[in-house]
């Protein structure tokens, strides 16, 4: 066809016009198409990645995924990352870039979960840390501002509202006992995770425009927002004083503000502390004896309270001879073979601590564990209130004879960090 139209003077133009057919062909055998809509490019490419706050774009052809990459239509994407406009050219688009992790799980959530969000826009999220030296109202704690995104959605039910919650812990979010707050209609939740947080505040549709004394006709419907943002370590994080860090501990276990406890340190070494606690309001006279260790460069309880010192529970410790001096054999149970035994432990269910127990299962069986609150003064107040205490039994059965121990460590179960405290009993069995 080009032959007769044109006239061909020497075999040099031939040879120049059939190899610009052929990278003309390659061209769009590749996908690579120079009409309109359709990426003629990398540069085009790269544009359309960036579009959907990817890092960069490459113009491929068909087949060319490589590993870890799967086609999709008309893209190549990893991870399940969608990422071009449409066109005959495949793009790949590489992992989001980590600055934009905010949007990423803004836009997992809406997906995990189902809720049609509000559009994505520049948020700010408010955030406690916990702060050193000065008491801030009744905890000692530091208000921040993030710069992050957010988005909102209204009239959600309950199920996708904790489904938002569930989400973010099973992506490795733990909730932070600063950041939470709850109300008749309304609450806060705060989740970290490393240096990101989010903070999920919702209540009964209309909460924002009513007042506190607001009773809402429809309960079942929700309106929420998602406000995530990235800290820096020592922003999110902040070294707390050997003091301020026991001090915490003591607050949390016992369900006390920090503002109401005291602490007296006595004898410490770089790892160790031993000293007495004090509560307001004042429960005793006498000071209350505390053990404290540094373990994995985090401090936990190893005892607390008035009675006597466990050596054996000591002895996971290390502690130096002369703080743990005046401790006691005090925990060795016997028992017989197939006998039942219980172990009653002090706790405090509204703290979100419990006590778990790991045990030898060739000679220890948990048989039950229940928690019994203590009795309340006023029979008619059903409802719990933090700093009320209880017990946590323990049911186990003896297998065989022989010598074992059981460890109980008290911890939030949905948190990683070191239990705030440990117990240790040897147990006989005969």
């Not at 003896?398 to 240790?424: C, H, M, N």
Request: charged share 30%; proline share 2%; aromatic share 8%.
């Amino acid at each position: 066809m080009l032959g007769g139209i044109l006239n061909f003077n020497n075999e040099s133009m031939k040879k120049k016009i059939i190899l610009a057919s052929f990278i003309l062909l390659a061209l769009l055998i590749s996908g690579c198409s120079l009409t309109k809509d359709k990426y003629g490019s990398e540069e085009d490419c790269d544009a359309a990645c960036v579009d959907q706050e990817y890092v960069e774009g490459t113009c491929l052809g068909e087949g060319e995924a490589g590993e870890g990459m799967e086609e999709a239509g008309n893209c190549l994407f990893r991870q399940s990352d969608e990422c071009s406009k449409p066109s005959e050219c495949k793009c790949y688009c590489s992992d989001r870039d980590a600055a934009d992790g905010v949007t990423t799980i803004l836009k997992d959530i809406e997906k995990e979960t189902g809720i049609d969000f509000s559009s994505v826009e520049d948020a700010t999220a408010t955030w406690q840390v916990p702060k050193g030296g000065e008491e801030t109202g009744d905890a000692t704690v530091e208000q921040i501002s993030l710069l992050g995104k957010g988005f909102g959605a209204e009239k959600i039910p309950q199920t996708q509202y904790m489904a938002i919650e569930l989400f973010l812990e099973n992506q490795g979010f733990e909730v932070d006992a600063y950041n939470v707050a709850a109300g008749t209609v309304s609450g806060m939740a705060g989740y970290k995770k490393d240096t990101m947080v989010c903070v999920v505040t919702g209540g009964v549709t209309g909460y924002k425009e009513a007042g506190d004394q607001w009773v809402p006709e429809d309960t079942s419907k929700y309106d929420i927002e998602v406000n995530c943002a990235i800290g820096s370590e020592d922003t999110l994080n902040p070294i707390l004083s050997k003091e301020d860090a026991i001090k915490k501990l003591l607050a949390d276990k016992n369900g006390k503000k920090t503002s109401e406890v005291t602490v007296t340190i006595e004898k410490e070494t770089e790892n160790h502390v031993r000293g007495g606690v004090e509560f307001e309001p004042s429960e005793s006279e006498d000071s209350k004896t505390f053990l404290a260790v540094n373990s994995n460069n985090e401090w936990m309880l190893a005892f607390d309270g008035n009675g006597a010192i466990s050596c054996e529970q000591m002895s996971l410790y290390d502690f130096p001879e002369e703080m743990t001096e005046d401790c006691e054999n005090t925990q060795t149970i016997g028992v017989k073979e197939d006998e039942e035994f219980t172990i009653t432990l002090q706790a405090n269910a509204t703290t979100g601590y419990s006590w778990i127990a790991e045990v030898d299962d060739d000679y220890i069986e948990l048989v039950s564990k229940e928690y019994e609150a203590d009795e309340e003064e006023d029979e008619d107040e059903n409802e719990d209130k933090v700093g009320e205490g209880g017990a946590e039994v323990f049911t186990f059965l003896a297998l065989k004879t022989g010598e074992t121990k059981i460890t109980f460590s008290y911890a939030r179960e949905w948190e990683s960090k070191q239990p705030v405290d440990k117990k240790l009993y040897m147990i006989e069995i005969e």
